[in-house]
């Protein structure tokens, strides 16, 4: 099957830039998202960049996609500590069913 | 507006009991996802409804889940004869994605956190 793959850990010290990346396998992939995870929620869409698109950006959030290479980033620029929370990438193909990746902890250091 | 409401928010069982899990969608949204997070292992896809179409019960992991959608709006996913490994939190999310809104992205709930003793 499609397979989506992320680093499981990144340290960062506030005010520093993040970069958070992610792979897949999908040649066929649409649409590509990141999502948000705080302790005992949800996940929560960030934003989310279609596939004939290079880059998007929103406020701190720069999305980068090199469809060549099948490989997805996230860039959050200042980080702060309310930051810190698990971000999942995940991709639409053919299907109606997201694929999601492992997910990334941030951690932000004060 | 409301968002996807799940119950409860954490459940305990003893090993072999049935249980219940319950999702009430936003109004509106056809579709609707069941997933899995267990601890480090990410999130795996369980079920999909669309609309009235058959289910996608290509994710579930044995004849032990199932799952239903009463009037195209709340959900269940029944476990039974639940086992150690079903420990996990299973997440909810729903979506008006369909024919002509492919890009909608998914609503998800706060999950049910399931442990099994």
């Known amino acids: 099957g499609e397979d989506v793959e992320q680093s499981l850990f990144l340290s960062v010290r506030e005010g520093d830039s993040s970069v958070i990346n992610c792979t897949y396998t999908?040649?066929?992939?649409?649409?590509l998202y990141w999502y948000k995870q705080e302790p005992g929620a949800g996940l929560q869409l960030l934003t989310y960049?279609?596939?004939?698109?290079d880059m998007k950006q929103d406020q701190r959030l720069t999305v980068l996609l090199n469809k060549k290479d099948k490989h997805l980033s996230l860039r959050i620029a200042d980080t702060q500590t309310g930051d810190s929370a698990i971000y999942f990438c995940?991709?639409?193909?053919?299907?109606?069913?997201?694929?999601f990746g492992r997910g990334t902890s941030l951690i932000v250091h004060p | 507006g409301a968002g996807v409401s799940q119950s409860p928010s954490n459940k305990v069982t003893e090993k072999g009991k049935d249980v219940e899990l319950r999702c009430d969608p936003i109004?509106?949204?056809?579709?609707l996802y069941w997933y899995r997070q267990s601890l480090g292992q990410g999130l795996e896809f369980l079920i999909y409804?669309?609309?009235?179409?058959?289910?996608?019960k290509s994710g579930l992991p044995s004849d032990r889940f199932s799952a239903e959608r009463t009037g195209g709006s709340v959900s269940t996913l029944t476990i039974q004869r639940t086992q150690q490994e079903d420990s996990a939190v299973y997440l909810c999310?729903?979506?008006?994605?369909?024919?002509?809104?492919?890009?909608?992205?998914?609503?998800f709930g706060n999950g049910t956190r399931l442990t099994v003793t």
């Open positions: 999310a729903s979506s008006s994605w369909g024919e002509t809104t492919y890009n909608s992205p998914l609503h």
């Open positions: 995940a991709e639409t193909g053919g299907s109606y069913i997201p694929t």
């Open positions: 409804f669309q609309g009235n179409s058959a289910p996608d």
């Open positions: 960049i279609f596939s004939n698109m």
């Open positions: 999908d040649s066929s992939s649409t649409y």
């Open positions: 109004s509106g949204h056809t579709a």
